[in-house]
T-cell receptor
Framework: DSGVTQTPKHLITATGQRVTLRCSPR?????VYWYQQSLDQGLQFLIH???????AKGNILERFSAQQFPDLHSELNLSSLELGDSALYFC???????????????FGPGTRLTVL | AQKITQTQPGMFVQEKEAVTLDCTYD???????LFWYKQPSSGEMIFLIY??????QNATEGRYSLNFQKARKSANLVISASQLGDSAMYFC?????????FGTGTRLLVSP
């Protein structure tokens, strides 16, 4: 158990819908990262938040957005869903105390999104 | 841009034998970190081992060791004494600015 929690574990929805994925980082970790794992794209970085502020964006679609709240939990919002958005979405957290390079990212169990 | 290449889509090994999973990387950064993660069929990502670009010694964590050859830009994972529970996908990753860049992974199957 990494200490990172993600809800829901599974989500099945229809094209055009909107969903919200939730992540609670490990106690004390200020950084939250979101990744998407799909069969065709592999593991892709989406976005990084640190203590409530967006720090970096990766291959995140405009239909997707995220935020990190004062209690440090984070939500990833996916809208106007398409079949190709079906994937495993991971949240990872890190304490970033050693300056970045060696900071291990602890991954949550993931949310498996299926768009029908 | 950073890139991780894992050229072995699948590897087979017998229980109790050692196996090496290949990873090469490309970066223009002087400082970087290299990670290996294991993803069992249940889906979670499990951290295995870390190597810093300035570390002179190869990293070891129990049965896992990282064969780091900086000049060749390779960071191969060596699993000694394979166990049935080692069957999983293995991902090599590089820590770049604010994110991890992952390779495509190697599926390892350990047979009795």
């Amino acid at each position: 158990d990494s200490g990172v929690t993600q809800t829901p574990k599974h989500l099945i929805t229809a094209t055009g819908q909107r969903v919200t994925l939730r992540c609670s980082p490990r106690s004390g970790d200020l950084s939250v990262y979101w990744y998407q794992q799909s069969l065709d794209q592999g593991l892709q970085f989406l976005i990084h938040y640190y203590n409530g502020e967006e720090r970096a964006k990766g291959n995140i679609l405009e239909r997707f957005s995220a935020q990190q709240f004062p209690d440090l939990h984070s939500e990833l919002n996916l809208s106007s869903l398409e079949l190709g958005d079906s994937a495993l979405y991971f949240c990872a957290s890190s304490d970033e105390t050693s300056g970045g390079l060696s900071d291990e990212q602890f991954f949550g169990p993931g949310t498996r999104l299926t768009v029908l | 841009a950073q890139k991780i290449t894992q050229t072995q889509p699948g590897m087979f090994v017998q229980e109790k034998e050692a196996v090496t999973l290949d990873c090469t990387y490309d970066t223009s950064d002087q400082s970087y970190g290299l990670f290996w993660y294991k993803q069992p069929s249940s889906g979670e990502m499990i951290f295995l081992i870390y190597q810093g670009s300035y570390d002179e010694q190869n990293a070891t964590e129990g049965r896992y060791s990282l064969n780091f050859q900086k000049a060749r830009k390779s960071a191969n994972l060596v699993i000694s004494a394979s166990q049935l529970g080692d069957s999983a996908m293995y991902f090599c990753a590089m820590r770049g600015f604010q994110k991890l860049v992952f390779g495509t992974g190697t599926r390892l199957l350990v047979s009795p």
